[in-house]
């Protein structure tokens, strides 16, 4: 982040930057105006702009709800790694229908995002997880993630074995670890204006084409 930067954030934390939206052609798709979001909140001074809100629902109904990092995106869908146990994966195995939320407030905008998911081949997340420093790849082992402790060390225990197995050796990936591509149906760009005359801009895949629309606020 540069100083010019950190200085924008603190003058504009919340307060916001009321920034115009994009002229919209009918090719338009989503992607094109979710990057030019995600730079200007790269840009903004934003501490992990990448942070996003993944919601699922279990086979029961229960929605529930927890913030991740965003790991890459393109007109395929937006991507995040994670313990294929976890209670999220094995929501998300049981009920293939996600959402996803980034909210930025120093710029009064929100991006919400609904879709199916899908796992990335074993290739992608081998990729992405040796592209991670040495103890998150360990922690990977170590977390049986979502699954209770039995006393107060174990995980410091489990993580020191994985340490010692793995020691001058390449870290293997782990075959309940990897990435969820979500692949978006329905995409709404939320901007923040005065006397809450809100933008809403939504795409909605029909067809296997993009539709966009305003809605009232």
Same mark, same amino acid.
């Given at each position: 982040m540069t ?5 924008r954030c603190l003058?504009?934390?919340g %307060? ?9 052609t009918?090719e338009?798709?989503?992607t094109?105006l979710? #990057?030019?979001?995600f730079?200007?909140?790269?840009k903004s ?5 990448e942070?996003?809100?993944?919601s699922?629902v279990?086979s029961c ?6 913030m991740v990092?965003?790991?890459e +995106?393109?007109e395929?869908?937006?991507v995040? +790694?994670?313990? +294929? ?8 195995s049981?009920?293939? #229908? ?5 909210h930025?407030?120093?710029? %009064?905008r ?7 998911v899908? /796992?990335?081949?074993?290739?992608q997340s081998a ?10 790849q360990?922690g ?6 979502s ?5 107060d060390?174990q995980?410091k225990e489990q993580f020191e074995h994985?340490?010692?197995l793995f /020691?001058? /050796?390449?870290?293997p990936?782990?075959e309940?670890w ?7 149906h +329905?995409?709404?760009?939320w901007?923040g204006?005065?006397?809450r ?7 909605? #895949?029909?067809g296997g084409?993009w539709q966009?629309? #305003?809605? %009232?606020?």
């Open positions: 100083l010019f930067e950190k200085i003058l504009t934390f %307060q916001g930057v009321a920034l115009p939206l994009p002229e919209l009918a338009t798709v989503p094109e979710f #990057k030019q979001w730079d200007d909140a790269n001074g934003i501490l992990l702009p942070a996003m809100s993944v699922s279990s109904g229960q929605p529930s709800a927890r990092l965003l790991k +995106y393109n395929e869908g937006f995040f +790694y994670t313990n +294929y146990g976890s209670r999220k994966s094995q929501e998300l049981e009920n293939t #229908k996600v959402a996803l939320l980034f930025w407030n120093v710029l %009064q929100q991006v919400r995002i609904e879709g199916t899908e /796992k990335v081949s074993p290739e990729k992405y997880f040796h592209s991670r420093d040495i103890g998150s360990i990977a082992w170590a977390s049986h993630q699954k209770a402790l039995s006393h060390n995980l994985y340490q010692a /020691k001058d /050796k390449e870290v990936l782990p309940f990897g990435g969820w591509r979500v692949k978006p +329905y995409v709404e760009f901007q204006r005065a006397s005359l809100h933008d809403r801009l939504c795409f909605e #895949k029909q084409n966009h629309a #305003k809605l %009232q606020p």
